[in-house]
């Protein structure tokens, strides 16, 4: 697992890790089950404060797609299998929205707006 962060963005860091880890469990890269690397391992890998790693767990916590074990940290959670199934719907939409000229701003916009 290859976390990834650009410290010039002006994105924040916990959203950039916590995007990362929603990325490799849409790619399929982790699955239900697979451990995530101990947050004071990854702040040290990242060279990132402990506090900002954590709030990404956090934030992927209460998206349901990781539950945080005490004594076993963070494991993608059983909920995250149905996104890796997404992943060639969400593919075609984007090519679909690009091919009209939307762009990706827009095209999430719509998503957050469509209801359910």
Do not use: C, W
Request: neutral net charge; without cysteine; charged residues 25%.
């Amino acid at each position: 697992m290859l976390i990834r962060i650009d410290a010039d963005s002006s994105r924040p860091l916990f959203e950039q890790v916590a995007a990362s880890v929603r990325a490799d469990v849409l790619t399929g890269r982790l699955g239900p089950g697979d451990r995530l690397p101990a947050a004071k391992e990854l702040a040290g890998a990242l060279e990132i404060n402990l506090h900002t790693v954590l709030r990404a767990y956090q934030q992927l916590r209460d998206e349901g797609l990781v539950d945080l074990r005490r004594g076993r940290g963070a494991v993608v959670s059983a909920s995250a299998a149905p996104l890796a199934e997404l992943s060639h719907d969400i593919a075609a939409l984007v090519a679909r929205a690009a091919a009209l000229g939307l762009s990706p701003d827009t095209l999430a916009a719509l998503v957050k707006e469509t209801p359910v």
